[in-house]
């Protein structure tokens, strides 16, 4: 809740290194590829980044604009591994909405 | 497709083309969207996988399928297009594919000439025939008797002679020690037939039965047991028996041991046989005098390559023969060059004459029936006692093999088509002209067309003689190998 304080016109400032970080990797599956007609891309993030962090972070690193950012956490599945539940970890979802004109070629990589 | 014609130089056909970048593209979407139907990505169900994903990862590795296919594809649009019959397989060479511009490639080849047979009707041939005389028969006859030949006991004791038949134990020694396989019991030796060591059969002539003889023989040098060979033996022989040959009558006793009815039936078969060898040869020898005529006639150009191939593939036989020293002498006194020049055009002939045969054939709608093949390949499986099955599998699997046997079965058809166009008069001639004749006739016309030396003349033509015969069952690689030859030729013209 904490963040959701934070004025909204307040620009984020990043490292180059931890830009990288939050962008872990780009998600390729059917969903994303619906998102990607509306001008949308998807990226798996840490769980502590924040929206204003991710869209700096794309628009850093990618060179683009953006224009809005969603994101959700997922739960891990619990699994069961030789009979003991185990729990493959949480993960948060980002998408990314940008700003008319721009692009991302998520399948070729940084 | 844009295609232009670079060169036209007698068979060869050289051309240029060029297939622009949207028809490769979508003839590889087309590719990929087949592709997509059933491949498997994660984070997709089968068959929803995104065109343009599918094309980054796996648009390299089908863009040389698709690019084969479709430089095969309008290769040989281009030869229908155009009607030409390729001799051998084009050679193809991808110029240029830059990512996303046009595929530009060259193709060379090499056409089946232009072909207009002669009008088989001028032809004119000879088929020598024979009529069998009675002595022959006889002669033959005579032969079988001889080898049903038994021998019966003297009637009256005499010493043995030379043709009689001994009955005899004997036990070799050398230096008085008994050698393995030298003894035996109740041999029967014939005087005289040379069956047994030199010098051995000599000494038991004048013997009576009962005698007891030591023979003493020399092994020669080269006898194949190289512990004997050379050395002194000392053999003591028992005569138990003499027996006088009796010549077999020719009456029908003779054919029922033969399994005939009587006399008559057997100089009926004797005779059928003979008759049939002769039938063979006089073929032989008019198919042999067809080919020449053909070959006399017709002078079209021969693709380059296909007398190449089949230059390589005497050359090789000649090469395999000369290692193992069964070059012949006239060929092993030529120089290398001379006996390349000799084989060249050898395989020039074949061609042509190949290609000659296989257009009438076409021409004339001359098909190898199922039928026919498979009573060739029955015929040849009898080969093989005891194996017949596996020789029957053996062709069904591989079509190659059918193939050659069906080679000569069409060659021959394509003969008899011929032959039967043309005029052919018959020549009675005795049977030792037909046989003799054989080795002569042919060189004739050969002339005009063998060219170098008049001693590698006789030589090309004897060679040529058996390679044309194929139906010579005598030499059983040469056909072969022509065979295949053929095969590939006509697969390739068809």
Redesign the interface.
């Known amino acids: 809740m904490s963040s959701g304080a934070r004025p909204k016109s307040q620009p984020v400032k990043l490292s180059q290194g931890r830009m990288y970080d939050i962008i872990r990797a780009p998600v390729v599956t059917e969903k994303s590829t619906m998102g990607s007609e509306h001008n949308q891309v998807t990226f798996r993030v840490p769980l502590d980044a924040t929206k204003p962090e991710i869209k700096a972070a794309v628009e850093g690193v990618f060179k683009v604009k953006v224009k809005a950012v969603n994101t959700l956490r997922q739960d891990g599945k619990v699994k069961r591994f030789r009979g003991r539940p185990g729990r493959r970890p949480d993960y948060k979802k980002a998408m990314v909405t940008l700003a008319e004109g721009n692009s991302i070629d998520v399948t070729t990589g940084v | 497709m844009q295609v232009t014609e670079t060169t036209a130089d007698g068979l060869k056909r050289e051309f240029k083309v060029v297939i622009p970048a949207s028809d490769v593209q979508e003839k590889m979407d087309h590719r990929l969207q087949e592709l997509g139907k059933t491949i498997r990505m994660p984070?997709?169900?089968p068959g929803?996988v995104?065109l343009q994903?599918l094309k980054?990862r796996f648009g390299q590795s089908i863009m040389g399928e698709i690019i084969e296919r479709t430089v095969t594809d309008s290769s040989t649009q281009v030869m229908t297009e155009r009607n030409l019959r390729p001799a051998v397989q084009p050679k193809i060479e991808i110029v240029s594919f830059p990512e996303g511009a046009d595929l530009e490639y060259s193709m060379a080849l090499e056409v089946v000439p232009e072909i207009t047979p002669m009008d088989f009707s001028t032809l004119e041939l000879e088929r020598l025939t024979v009529d069998i005389p009675d002595s022959e028969i006889d002669e033959a006859l005579q032969r079988l008797a001889q080898r049903q030949r038994k021998s019966e006991p003297l009637a009256t004791p005499r010493p043995a002679q030379n043709g009689d038949v001994v009955v005899i134990d004997f036990t070799g020694r050398i230096d008085g020690v008994e050698f393995p396989g030298g003894a035996a019991t109740d041999h029967y030796l014939e005087l005289g037939s040379g069956s047994l060591i030199p010098g051995f059969e000599e000494q038991l002539v004048g013997a009576n039965a009962g005698d007891q003889v030591t023979v003493t023989v020399t092994f020669p040098e080269d006898y194949p047991n190289k512990e004997l060979a050379g050395k002194e033996a000392a053999f003591d022989v028992t005569i138990k028996e003499i027996r006088e040959p009796v010549a077999a009558t020719i009456d029908d006793e003779l054919a029922k041991s033969f399994g005939l009815e009587d006399l008559a039936a057997m100089r009926g078969s004797v005779r059928e046989q003979i008759e049939k060898e002769y039938g063979g040869v006089s073929r032989g020898k008019l198919k042999r005098q067809l080919l020449d005529a053909l070959a006399a006639e017709h002078d079209f150009e021969v693709p380059a390559g296909m007398v190449e191939a089949e230059f390589e593939g005497i050359w090789r036989q000649i090469e395999s023969d000369r290692e193992q020293g069964r070059l012949d002498e006239e060929d092993a006194a030529k120089s290398e060059d001379d006996l390349k020049a000799d084989y060249r055009a050898i395989a020039e002939r074949r061609v042509r004459l190949g290609l000659l045969l296989s257009e009438v054939g076409r021409l004339n709608n001359i098909q190898v029936s199922n039928d026919e093949l498979t009573r060739a390949i029955l015929a040849e499986a009898r080969r093989y006692p005891g194996q017949e099955r596996k020789v029957m599998e053996f062709y069904q699997k591989s079509p190659e093999a059918l193939a050659q046997v069906r080679a000569p079965l069409y060659e021959d058809k394509v003969i008899d088509y011929i032959l039967e166009l043309a005029k052919v008069s018959d020549r009675k001639v005795e049977p030792a002209t037909l046989l003799e004749e054989s080795s002569e006739a042919p060189s004739g016309d050969e002339a005009k067309k063998a060219k170098p030396k008049a001693k590698a003349k006789a030589k090309t033509t004897a060679k040529r003689k058996k390679a044309d015969d194929s139906d010579s069952a005598e030499d059983e690689a040469k056909p072969k190998a022509k065979a295949k030859a053929k095969v590939t030729k006509k697969a390739e013209s068809e």
Do not use: Y
């Open positions: 984070g997709f169900r929803k995104p994903l980054q």
